[in-house]
């Protein structure tokens, strides 16, 4: 069939684009010829209006011509026109055909009058000309208008024109100049003959010159422009000529190569197509859409199938409508036609059109079964057969679907079987599952035939290249084309804002098809096409897309999201590595580099001076050439000739150097840089630089080596001394030449260093003043000095087997490397008076070339660097350890040996170091054999150089290649580094030296692509070079992280947005992939130096510290999912010391199996009584306790006292009789006076037991603070920086711009972006300091206690302006005066009300500004404090001192006088004190030994002395002695000593160090830690918590969505650990509470006790039964907006029809748990019981599943609505009564199923499955494989049982003994993801209420936990929360209770807790439980029913006789009193109830 679609363009290369073109919308067409009756048209254009139309036609105009342009534009105009014609096929026009003279159809939309002024109005000026509309804007399709009378044919434009003068007068106007009386008739033709005129004028006719018309045809050429056909009448689709058939417009490889961007041009030229410029490198950051806090529009990706998930998050949802377009149907404009011509026309195109959608239909069909049931060898066979092998026809197919013109169904309404579709299959009309179905076809077309392969690829390249420029439109985002978009996209349009044309959307579906096949769908170019194009074909595009500012922001990050999985998939697919890593392609960029030309003959080495800064080169030619070297130029200083005696015959001259070995070094520098040597046969010559003859010395034989020292001695620069030149023979003797000066010189013969016959190879001298190294062909060393020294100076060491090559000192002179012809490098030095070998460096092939690095080391343990070069090619980098770094350089090195003792404490300390010499880097760049290396003078580059001429330069920050050079001229000898310049190299074949420009900035902009290219290599992706978008986006990637990253961050910070876009999370797993992150977030320093030295001006280390700390968590993760090792940035602080051997074991996860880990997590979290440190701390509390604030300890004490509940306390803070606790995990607790909801309770209830406050979990609190006085109030501070306040709020004191109370902690947002340190609360005024130094005041300001220069009230925190430039550190505040301290205690600053000199002043006025305490300025003040009237400082060395009102400042009668200012206390003067606590009236301070001394008032007993009277000076506490105390606090009037150390100050930002005790067992649960030490279990803990630190602080850029997971690859590293579930037991809770609670508190609605009203009706009336309750609540709260949702307690008020209860809390929780209840007895048809169950085998019997057949919309809908509750029991802490198995909590939390979860609610149908693979064993085989397993096809059994077909059209495809195998995994899978649509409706629920993403981040039974609390009601629980009223504890009444509920059983205990509360369940955490259970006496009869009011969670006990009797009434009531109605209280308030029809409920 040819159904080439022939239909209005839907699919539009971009120079292709429909548009209603202005040449014919002419007006003047009042009536046509024909007479027809023109209604519409008539309406558009009602005759030639005059030129100057009203304004308001005009913009009508405008509006009408842009809709029509753009809706052209995008190619979506929905009316199906007939696609065959016939006429065309037979290759005639349809001009025969009679009827077509009528199709003079002008559609009334297009019949527009663009003017000029409109063009511009539209396109803006750039675009006002004809041409560049055209070339934008004008499809392909030509069509010839058919009336021949009126309608002329513009020949320059192909336009059929009603009007050809006006025409041509608007659209072709001449140049004005004389038209040489050529020109046109009216009727369009030609001529030449006019009478004379300007161009561009005259009528009818039409002067034109020849040279505007040739203009005017060659435009047209170019843009091949249509005519565009005009409607008329009511039939516009089935009238009228056809579009014509548009060619395959998609098909770009039609189009004009030529023009198009193939994103394969140099980078420059893409940059501004791309929208970029010179000074905006990048795109701006991607834009969040609007703000998510609970990261909602993450949470809807469940675990589906990658390909549809990609086409939902392009955005086409809903399924197609046909009929909603908006147009006519064909039927209806078929009934309006009269004339019988157009109706055969009509019904042929009918006809025509039917059978095409027909035809698509059954192929789509077809399609679909195809690509979903088989292996993709029979879908290849089943594409040949239905004729679709070409991939083209399937783009277009896919292109119309994405359109919706081809879907599986044929009528509009979607297939009417859709009753009986099988479950699970998504909804048949979807264009979604169209798509995929295609993209599957697509991708195995693909694989199967490499032409394809390449044909797509191309195809989405340029499609992507085209978006990215911005040539085609990819969305479509005006109002007015909505319209004409297919209803699927429609809907989306609304929500979203953009929309992706139907086109991009096939091209985002082929590219995922691409992304994730990877290279497995490489294509095999051949030989030529490789040059063109490399596999990076397709990622280039998408790193275009990226590049683009163009594109959308969704664009942008959906192209970064598949330039992610291309590469990750290039990654999985190639196991290959390559050999090596130059770069020969070309990828990086090239150095320049300029040529020494000069020597005649070859240049055979080179050598640099760094004294003078000169470069010598010798060369064959007898000379030696000294050159200047700078960056851009060189200069030939000298040529020194060599002088020869003449008995030298010339022909050796060619022969400079040794005759056996060319690679010594023939030319040689001096020390000072004076003088230059060379030698040739048996003469050495010497030059001075600066010109003059050389010095000549013949010597007794050949010479072959020279040396002369490296340094000078000390002594040399004192004056022109003498310079010493060593010089080796081939007969093994030695000579010395002075050199006294430039004509002087001696010779002194070395006989004691004389060797009989072997020739000296190499001599090494590190300076005159110590021994040199002589190295011989024979392999040995010989150690010796100048002058014969006694005997035994000169050692002879047998070093080597082979010939020594060549030898070197250490930057040092200490060590010696010696390297011979084998594989061996070895390292000598001299201790204890001998030399010895310290290292062999062994090889893995001989080794030609070594050096050292001229930078010494710094680290703790300096070490050296080398580098060796090798046989094979591989260059090797070692470090090896510096030794005598700690002798003075002169020392000898003969002293006592150092070594020794050194080596051994390196060995000890380096576990992993082999002899502590350690290979850094394995460089793989040369395949031939190396000759040489150098390091650079920073030591941040080496370079290597071969046989080939082949070199490369490396990074020793990563050992990547920065720059390879080939000189093409024989091998490389040798190389030296010129500072600032690069390299000099001379090959052996060359006369030139060739110096290579690489500066270290070259190498600073250069570094991030070679590191890229490095690693892309590694992962086996070549061809950079051919893919400049993609080198541009590597290169600009630094800069894109750090734009995206300070874009979101503040969003992110402050909980707009709960995570990091996607976007963003793409960039750094590139990032961290690409291993950018060692070279981003390390100093620029070589591996040798550790620490960073301080000048490093240009490198900020806290720039990149959040990539850092990314980098760290993914790859620390990876370890720990693998068991691998730890990244060398893992670093656990804090760390206790652990035994040497455990620390290995500790580092190394292989040890840990899986378990362990987990266990040790769960101990420490179940049980942190076990790991507190110092044991159980030690409160001893005092004073008053009437409101409890004393807790057990009592009601009033008068000596202190010890509680047992304060064990974990870290800090208590003693407060207006209220106590806090803050425990060492953060958590706070209170006790005592709850008025004004000081307590932070909610309530204002007072405690007389530790209660957590439940709004601050979640927070890690380091600091609180209270007030002692007024109404109380507190502050506290959270270690992520947050500040929250709460209890009384008069005069604005609690900061929130208010003066309301707050009874729970609401956080301070005015102090949101400051870093608080420090805090104080007044008792009706608060203060805090922040990190820099600010200090800010709030609430009442009274005497100026504010500092802020006046005395009003402060609602909001506001900066005390008058201390700015100061360094605040800390700020107290009292009674109504204020303290502030600077941060380096030398100021003191008071201000406020001056009574009795509390100010320190002097004086006793206010002040309301601050003012210096003078006394107390200089003297190092630690802490200040502030009582009701007076003040105590305590000095840095222990001192105090106090002012104000005399009986509380403890000094005695006769010095309180001068309490004015600020005085020692004489009692404490021999003490040192540590710390001080001041109360309302009191005062306590601890002595460094413990000892608490306490005065002031005491009326309640608070000093802890034993009686009540007032105390004047300080006394010592007796009881507190020898109790360890270290910490103490003062309330209003009780106080508190305590034995936990106090926590060492943080730097701010870092986590609160955690102290661990050691636990004194393992408990026996933890049974997989029985064999390890404690010790390391704890430090195991301490890093498993650093951990989860790392994870706190950067789980926000993982990416968590389980469908980026299918392969692991470097660019999700980590992540994959955490998906599938087995990292997250190992993360401490805060990980995901801390944010979990935090994005609530964000999203909470404020001052709402309850939400919406939802009506519910339970009565049922005139024998209708009422819908479940949870259908009716559900229909009503899915209507709601989300966030009205979001409540602290009653997400929506219930009100209950015709019932009595009115909902105070009480008759929400009944009506949820009814709920629970209909949806577990089957009621509400969502959860079916476990397989197991209705099997009654195997696990999970009592749990359900979800109901995988409940997929029709209204289920949907009721899942959503189970998610919405699922959110809300976790947000009101209100446990749900659900038991979901434990696979679907799973689901839930993102965790991919795997078989052993099936197995878990459905072990007969795994045990089935396994049979049936497994069958052979017993004894089946294909003959009787029918015979024994009933299943004929591919189905399964559901989990609901019954039996569905387990791949689409499964039923009709059998079941083989062959295909069994695959028939397992099909049903496993089905069986896997049978859920997945409901889990998706659930978790969509859940987003509305909580943050979804970080569910991904919690193990299932967390999950379950949070959502329903803990199954077991525990009467322990019930005791810690209960409060008596009318009787106390001890009461016989209260005892029988309890025992009565202890006998009941869990069940029982159920009904009681739904009696007392109408819930079922506790939450899991008991802080949770907001109200108290109350137990109430009641005066009713004896042994009558107790009742209970649950919305108060009360029970009232009437008086019993005995505790059986109790317990039977008890029993009674739970079972028989259940329906909340009983109550009746408040019935009167609830009358009106027939409220509402029966229907609705």
């Known amino acids: 069939g040819d159904w080439k679609s022939r239909d209005a363009s839907y699919l539009q290369s971009p120079g292709e684009i429909p548009a209603a073109d202005a040449t014919e919308m002419e007006e003047g067409f009042s009536e046509s010829p024909e007479g027809l009756d023109h209604g519409e048209s008539a309406s558009a254009s009602s005759g030639p209006a005059p030129r100057g139309r009203s304004t308001v036609t005009r913009k009508h105009r405008f509006d009408l011509a842009a809709r029509t342009l753009l809706a052209r ?141 040739e203009k005017y045809l060659s435009l047209k050429s170019k843009a091949k422009v249509p005519v565009l056909e005009r409607y008329k009448g009511q039939a516009p689709d089935l009238l009228g000529k056809q579009d014509s058939v548009y060619e395959e417009d998609w098909d770009m490889l039609d189009v004009d190569e030529d023009e198009k961007l193939t994103g394969e041009e140099e980078f420059e030229l893409l940059a501004g197509p791309l929208g970029l410029s010179e000074r905006r490198v990048v795109p701006e950051a991607v834009q969040f859409p609007d703000s998510d806090p609970l990261g909602a529009s993450v949470a809807m990706v469940t675990a589906t199938n990658s390909m549809e998930e990609t086409l939902l998050q392009i955005g086409c949802h809903g399924s197609v409508e046909k009929s909603s377009s908006g147009r006519v149907t064909l039927g209806e404009q078929a009934a309006a036609l009269l004339n019988p011509h157009d109706r055969v026309m009509a019904l042929r195109r009918v006809t025509a059109a039917a059978q095409v959608l027909l035809a698509r239909t059954m192929v789509m069909r077809a399609l679909s079964l195809l690509s979903v049931s088989g292996s993709s060898c029979s879908l290849a066979a089943g594409l040949e057969s239905l004729g679709l092998t070409d991939i083209r026809t399937l783009v277009r197919l896919m292109c119309l679907a994405a359109a919706g013109r081809a879907g599986l169904s044929t009528s509009p309404t979607g297939s009417s079987g859709s009753v009986e579709r099988p479950r699970g299959a998504t909804k048949a009309s979807k264009p979604i599952s169209c798509l995929a179905y295609l993209s599957t076809a697509v991708g195995c077309l693909a694989s199967n035939s490499p032409n394809a392969a390449k044909l797509l690829v191309q195809l989405c390249t340029q499609n992507l290249i085209s978006a990215a420029t911005g040539m085609n439109l990819t969305t479509v985002d005006d109002p007015i084309q909505r319209k004409f978009l297919p209803s699927f996209l429609r809907g989306v349009a609304e929500e979203n804002k953009l929309v992706t044309s139907p086109n991009f959307v096939v091209t985002q579906a082929l590219v995922a098809l691409l992304a994730d096949k990877g290279a497995k769908l490489r294509p095999n170019y051949d030989k030529t096409d490789i040059e063109k194009r490399g596999p990076l074909e397709l990622a280039n595009a998408l790193a275009a897309c990226c590049l683009s500012s163009r594109l959308s922001s969704q664009h942008r990050q959906w192209a970064a999201q598949q330039l992610v999985r291309t590469l990750a998939a290039h990654d999985r697919d190639n196991q290959s590595r390559p050999q090596t890593f130059a770069d020969m392609a070309g990828d990086l960029r090239k150095c320049s580099f300029i040529k020494l030309e000069a020597h005649q003959s070859r240049v055979i080495t080179c050598g640099w001076c760094n004294k003078k800064g000169l470069l010598a080169t010798s060369g064959n030619d007898g000379t030696v050439r000294v050159w200047n070297v700078t960056k851009n130029q060189y200069t030939l200083q000298q040529t020194c000739i060599f002088n020869k005696t003449d008995s030298t015959s010339d022909e050796n001259l060619s022969n400079i150097g040794s005759p056996s070995d060319p ?264 395949i031939t054999p190396v000759r040489t290396v150098a390091f650079s003078p920073d030591g941040l580059a080496l370079v290597s150089g071969g046989v080939g001429g082949l070199m490369n330069i490396w990074s020793l920050r990563d050992g990547s290649v920065l720059q390879t050079v080939v000189t093409g001229s024989g091998a490389i000898q040798n190389i030296v580094w010129i500072p600032d310049v690069g390299v000099a190299a001379c090959s052996n074949r060359s006369k030139d030296v060739l110096v290579v420009n690489c500066p270290a900035e070259f190498i600073t902009n250069n570094h991030v692509l070679a590191t890229c290219r490095t690693a892309l290599k590694k992962q086996g992706v070549v061809g950079l070079n051919m893919a400049p978008c993609m080198r541009a986006f590597l290169e600009r990637l630094p800069v894109m992280l750090q734009e995206q990253y300070a874009y979101e961050k503040p969003h992110v910070v402050c909980g707009d947005q709960l995570v990091h876009s996607p976007y963003m999370q793409c960039l750094a797993s590139l990032a961290v992939g690409l291993q950018l992150d060692q070279l981003l977030c390390n100093p620029p320093l070589p591996p040798h130096v550790q620490h960073c030295p301080s000048d490093l001006g240009s490198w900020n280390p806290s720039e990149w510290a959040w990539l850092d700390c990314f980098s760290t968590t993914v790859k620390a993760a990876e370890a720990l999912a693998r068991g691998a090792h730890f990244p060398d940035s893992f670093t656990v602080p804090d760390l206790e010391p652990v035994p040497e051997d455990e620390l290995t074991l500790l580092m190394d996860n292989s040890k840990w199996i899986s378990g362990m880990d987990e266990q040790i997590m769960s101990w420490a979290t179940s049980r942190p009584e076990d790991w507190h440190l110092g044991g159980k701390c030690d409160v001893f509390l005092w004073g008053a306790g009437r409101h409890g604030q004393l807790a057990e300890a009592g009601r009033n004490i008068l000596v202190p006292t010890s509680a047992p509940s304060f064990s974990q306390a870290q800090h208590v803070i003693c407060g207006q009789n209220c106590t806090f606790v803050i425990q060492a995990n953060g958590t706070v607790l209170a006790c005592g006076e709850g008025s004004y909801g000081r307590l932070g309770q909610g309530n204002s209830d007072d405690l007389h037991v530790l209660t957590v406050i439940s709004a601050l979990q979640g927070f890690v609190v380091t600091q609180l603070v209270t007030s002692c006085g007024s109404d109380g109030h507190s502050m506290a501070l959270t270690e992520s920086g947050e500040v929250f306040s709460w209890g009384d709020g008069d005069y604005g004191k609690l900061g929130h711009g208010n003066s309301d109370r707050q009874r729970r902690p609401r956080q301070i947002e005015a102090l949101q972006g400051e870093e608080v340190v420090q805090m104080s609360c007044g008792f009706k005024h608060s203060a805090v300091v922040t990190a820099d130094g600010k200090l800010y005041t709030f609430g009442n300001g009274d005497y100026g206690r504010l500092g802020l220069g006046n005395t009003s009230n402060k609602k909001l925190p506001e900066r005390v302006t008058a201390l700015e430039g100061y360094q ?166 009780h106080s508190a ?19 661990l005790g050691l636990p004194v067992s393992v408990p026996p649960q933890y049974s997989g830690l029985r064999e390890v030490s404690i010790e390391t279990v704890r430090a195991r803990l301490r890093l498993l918590y650093h951990f989860s630190d790392l994870m706190y602080s950067s789980w926000r850029l993982l990416n968590l969505s389980p469908n980026n997971q299918s392969c692991t690859s470097h660019y999700n590293a980590g992540t994959w650990g955490i998906v599938q579930g087995q990292l997250r037991p190992l993360l401490a809770p805060r990980v995901y509470t801390l944010p979990m609670v935090r994005s609530i508190g964000k999203t909470m609605v404020q001052g709402k006790n309850y939400g919406p009203q939802i009506t519910v009706k339970r009565i049922s009336t005139r024998g209708r039964k009422c819908k479940p309750i949870f259908v009716q609540i559900a229909r009503q709260v899915v209507k709601l907006n989300a966030s009205d ?108 199923l795997i078989l052993e979860d099936l197995e878990e609610v459905d072990l007969l149908y795994v045990q089935t499955l396994n049979s049936i693979l497994h069958i052979e064993d017993s004894g089946i085989t294909e003959e009787n494989f029918h015979e024994m397993i009933p299943l004929d096809s591919f189905v399964g059994q559901s989990a609901d049982g019954k039996m569905v077909p387990i791949i689409p059209g499964g039923n009709s495809i059998p079941l083989t003994f062959s295909n069994r195998k695959e028939y397992v995994d099909r049903a496993i899978e089905y069986r896997l993801h049978e859920m997945d649509r409901q889990v998706a409706a659930v978790r969509e629920g859940m987003s509305w209420i909580v943050p979804v993403p970080l569910l991904s981040l919690l193990t299932a039974k967390q999950l379950e936990q949070m959502v329903c609390g803990m199954p077991e009601i525990s009467v322990e629980v019930l005791k810690k929360v209960v409060r008596y009223r009318e009787v106390d504890e001890q009461h016989q009444l209260v005892q029988w209770f309890w025992q009565t509920l202890e006998e009941f059983s869990n069940e029982e205990r159920v009904l009681f807790m739904r009696f007392v509360s109408g819930r079922s369940r506790l939450p899991a955490n008991t802080a949770d439980i907001s109200q108290r259970f109350q137990i109430m006496k009641v005066d009713r009869p004896y042994d009558s029913l107790p009742t209970s009011q649950t919305c108060f969670f009360q029970l009232r006990l009437p008086p019993y006789s005995n505790q059986p009797v109790m317990a039977e009434r008890l029993r009674y009531a739970i079972n028989n009193c259940r329906s909340i109605d009983m109550d009746n209280y408040m019935l009167s308030r609830n009358v009106d109830n027939a409220e509402g029809s029966d229907t609705d409920y």
């Open 73 to 213: 534009a995008a190619g979506l105009y929905r009316s199906v026109q007939a696609h065959r014609n016939q006429s065309r096929r037979e290759g005639s026009s349809l001009q025969q055909d009679p009827g077509a003279l009528y199709d003079f159809n002008l559609d009334e939309e297009l019949e527009i009058d663009l003017d000029d002024e409109a063009m511009e109005a539209m396109f803006g000026q750039d675009l006002a000309s004809d041409t560049d509309i055209l070339g934008m804007w004008i499809p392909e399709h030509v069509c010839e208008t058919e009336d021949r009378d009126e309608v002329v044919i513009c020949e320059l434009c192909e336009s059929s024109v009603a009007n050809f003068n006006q025409h041509m007068k608007k659209n072709h106007a001449g140049c004005g100049r004389s038209a040489n009386r050529q020109g046109y008739r009216s009727n369009g033709s030609y001529v030449d003959g006019w009478f004379g005129g300007e161009c561009g004028s005259g009528n009818p006719y039409y002067l034109l010159c020849g040279s505007c018309r």
């Open 1537 to 1555: 000593a305590w034995s936990a150390p106090p926590v060492p100050p943080r730097a701010p930002g870092s986590s609160v160090p955690l102290q």
């Open 663 to 926: 690679s010594l070094s023939p030319v040689s520098w001096s020390v000072s840089g004076k003088y230059l040597a060379a030698a040739m046969e048996k003469m050495v010559n010497i030059w001075q630089v600066n010109g003059g003859k050389g010095l000549l010395d013949i010597q007794p034989h050949w010479v072959s080596a020279l040396a002369w020292p490296e340094e000078g001695p000390v002594s040399m620069w004192a004056g022109d001394t003498l310079e010493v030149l060593l010089v080796g023979r081939m007969d093994g003797s030695l000579g010395l030449i002075e050199v006294v000066d430039a004509s002087t010189m001696q010779r002194i013969e070395l006989e004691h260093c004389y060797r009989k016959d072997v020739a000296v190879m190499h001599i090494a001298w590190y300076s005159e003043d110590q021994p040199f190294a002589v190295g011989y062909a024979d392999g040995k060393l010989l150690i010796g000095t100048k002058e014969p020294l006694e005997k035994g100076a000169i050692v002879i060491i047998d070093a080597h087997k082979e010939s020594i090559t060549s030898m070197k000192w250490d930057p040092a002179g200490q060590i010696l490397m010696t390297c011979a012809k084998e594989e061996m490098v070895k390292l000598w030095a001299c201790g204890g008076g001998s030399w010895r070998c310290l290292h062999a460096l062994s090889h893995p092939a001989l080794v030609n070339g070594v050096a050292w690095c001229s930078l010494p080391g710094l680290s703790p343990k300096p070490c050296n660097m080398l580098a060796t070069c090798c046989q094979n090619g591989l260059v090797c980098v070692w470090t090896v350890p510096q030794d005598v770094s700690n002798f003075p350089e002169s020392s000898s090195s003969t002293s006592d040996g150092w070594w020794e003792i050194e080596m051994k404490a390196k060995l000890k300390d380096c576990y992993r170091r082999l002899d502590g010499a350690v290979c850094v880097f394995q460089l793989k760049g040369h």
């Open 1685 to 1792: 949702l979001r409540l602290p307690s009653r997400a929506w008020k219930v009100k209950l029809v015709g019932e009595g209860a009115d909902d105070a809390g009480g008759v929400f929780d009944d009506t949820i748990t009814e709920m629970c209840q209909e949806l577990e007895t089957g009621v509400v048809d969502l959860l079916i019981p476990s397989p197991n169950a209705t099997a009654e085998v195997g696990y999970n019997r009592d749990r359900f599943l979800f109901n995988p057949s409940a997929c029709l919309d209204e289920h949907l809908m009721q899942f959503k609505f189970l998610g919405i509750l699922m959110g809300v029991a976790i947000r009101t802490k209100k446990p749900l009564d659900l038991h979901l198995a434990p696979m679907v909590w799973k689901q839930l939390c993102c965790i991919p």
């Open 1368 to 1533: 605040v550190g800390q700020v107290a505040c009292g009674l109504n005066h204020t303290l502030a301290v600077s941060a380096d205690g030398m100021m003191v600053w008071a201000f406020g009300d001056g009574d009795y000199g509390k100010l320190g002043l002097g004086n006793s006025t206010a002040k309301s500004s601050p003012q210096k305490v003078d006394v107390l300025c200089g003297i190092g003040i630690k802490k200040a404090s502030c009582g009701t009237q007076f003040s105590v400082a305590l000095t840095k060395d222990g001192h105090v001192y106090t002012f104000g009102q005399d009986r509380l400042i403890g000094l005695p009668e006769g010095r309180a006088r001068n309490h004015n200012r600020p005085q020692q206390v004489p009692a404490l003067s021999g003490i040192f004190i540590e710390d001080i606590a001041v109360g309302a009236e009191h005062t306590l301070v601890l002595s460094s030994t413990g000892d608490v001394y306490a005065w002031g008032s005491n009326s309640e007993g608070q000093l802890g002395l034993g009686h009540t009277n007032h105390v004047r000076e300080p006394t010592l506490v007796t009881v507190l002695q020898g109790k360890n105390v270290h910490q103490i606090s003062a309330g209003r009037c």
